[in-house]
T-cell receptor
Framework: AAGVIQSPRHLIKEKRETATLKCYPIPRHDTVYWYQQGPGQDPQFLISFYEKMQSDKGSIPDRFSAQQFSDYHSELNMSSLELGDSALYFC?????????????FGPGTRLTVT | GNSVTQMEGPVTLSEEAFLTINCTYTATGYPSLFWYVQYPGEGLQLLLKATKADDKGSNKGFEATYRKETTSFHLEKGSVQVSDSAVYFCALSVVSGGGADGLTFGKGTHLIIQP
């Protein structure tokens, strides 16, 4: 079965640079979520989109922005990168939002800021 | 706000032992509850879920029951295998009028099964 696709899988950037992470949800899924997982930490919810509109906002820094496109893929844009942004970034998708929807996670993008 | 508390590891067991990983939660609304598993270097996989009180989620020999009276969702397995070694996350999701639907995770429990 098709899964969530994230690209790139690994990314190395320097401080103050920008980065763009991409997420391709499972076909027919209309909701996308972004999470950040620091080393040895639990995933922290950043932001979500439903039908191309922002649905919910978590602990996303102002330096980060995201959007969902007409084909439902999503991009997380990160500017003025800091060392503390080094983490695993997961995208998840679900079919519609709501308490009965299951979120399926991609393999993650490992961002290293040097 | 919403929060999840789970026992922190590492938890080390011998193969075929009984497993319990405790999870309790605090939620502002009526949550759905999940257990996710993360193998080294991989993403999170949904293990099981429950969406209302007294529901029992089960998968691959793992079970968890949604206990509203004790706000708990403990994970159990009768006989663990070496291949069960991974990090287990308890999580909740609450949908409110504000549309809060991101998952809130516990800190994760690292499970190590020895042959």
């Amino acid at each position: 079965a098709a899964g969530v696709i994230q690209s790139p899988r690994h990314l190395i950037k320097e401080k103050r640079e920008t980065a763009t992470l991409k997420c391709y949800p499972i076909p027919r899924h209309d909701t996308v979520y972004w999470y950040q997982q620091g080393p040895g930490q639990d995933p922290q919810f950043l932001i979500s989109f439903y039908e191309k509109m922002q649905s919910d906002k978590g602990s996303i820094p102002d330096r980060f922005s995201a959007q969902q496109f007409s084909d439902y893929h999503s991009e997380l844009n990160m500017s003025s990168l800091e060392l503390g942004d080094s983490a695993l970034y997961f995208c998840a998708s679900s079919l519609a939002r709501g308490r009965f929807s299951e979120q399926y996670f991609g393999p993650g993008t490992r961002l290293t800021v040097t | 706000g919403n929060s999840v508390t789970q026992m922190e590891g590492p938890v080390t067991l011998s193969e075929e032992a009984f497993l319990t990983i405790n999870c309790t939660y605090t939620a502002t609304g009526y949550p759905s509850l999940f257990w996710y598993v993360q193998y080294p270097g991989e993403g999170l996989q949904l293990l099981l879920k429950a969406t209302k009180a007294d529901d029992k989620g089960s998968n691959k020999g793992f079970e968890a029951t949604y206990r509203k009276e004790t706000t708990s969702f403990h994970l159990e397995k009768g006989s663990v295998q070496v291949s069960d070694s991974a990090v287990y996350f308890c999580a909740l999701s609450v949908v409110s009028g504000g549309g809060a639907d991101g998952l809130t995770f516990g800190k994760g429990t690292h499970l190590i099964i020895q042959p």
